[in-house]
């Protein structure tokens, strides 16, 4: 199976010497949904992953097997005939995120969604933050100083957080002391096809590292659940297989 497996583990490098950072919280994702064919389908040998390739047998009226429906996965891919891809949905938790985050992911608006923990009505009091990879740095040293003025920052946004909560000040102006890297939680709703559009902008080594470490993780994931239609947006040589 093709992951992203070098890439995920250079931008963890220093992931060690965030582990006892105040209010650490290090990325994860969850799948809790998933498109599944009804009974009748299943009982005919269709999958979640052929579910794409045998609705598209429409346009022809033909048919095929499990295999052939995985070859034509990928020739519709090639194709650009990628409607069917929308026939696959997945429905994934996602924690330790950075409000940053939550900006840039957003702004994708096809065929994606998110219901976000509310900034509004839940405390907090009890919040954590996303600290930086720094994968583009060499010296432990100045990693672990960089970690300290991260923190230091954390420290003081939370003690004027709660300085002014007990004032009286309500949690929707208080959050505007949140710093862009406070973890935030949501539900995100996502079709194969937005998926593939997503992975081909953040997988990128031009995305910015935090949105590129959240596509990596889905994509290892996906690819692990539907490979034939994930499987091409991993280059050969950059690869291990598994
Ligand atoms: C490396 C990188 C750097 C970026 N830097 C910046 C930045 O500096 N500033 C900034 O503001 N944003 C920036 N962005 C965000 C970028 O401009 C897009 O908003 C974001 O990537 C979402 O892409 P999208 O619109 O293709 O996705 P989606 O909104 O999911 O759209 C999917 C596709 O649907 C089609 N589509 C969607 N909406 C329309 C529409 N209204 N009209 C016609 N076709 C449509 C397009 O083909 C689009 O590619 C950056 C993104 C990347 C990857």
Redesign the pocket.
Known sequence: MKHFTHELEHIEQWGHLRKDLFRNEEPSIKLIGLTMPTEEMISQGITTETLPAYTARQSHESEGTYEDDLRLNKKLISWGHQTCLEAVQFVYYVTGVSKSLAG?WT??????GWTFRSTRYVKANKNTFVYPALEYMDSEEKVKAVYRAYEREHRHAMDVYEELQTLGVRNQELRRLMPVGWSTAAYVYVNAR?LR??FG??L?K???WEIRRLAYLMFNDVVSIAPSLFEDLVEDDLVEER
């Open positions: 840039q702004r994708h608006r096809i065929g994606v937005s559009h997503f902008l953040r990128e031009s995305a910015e």
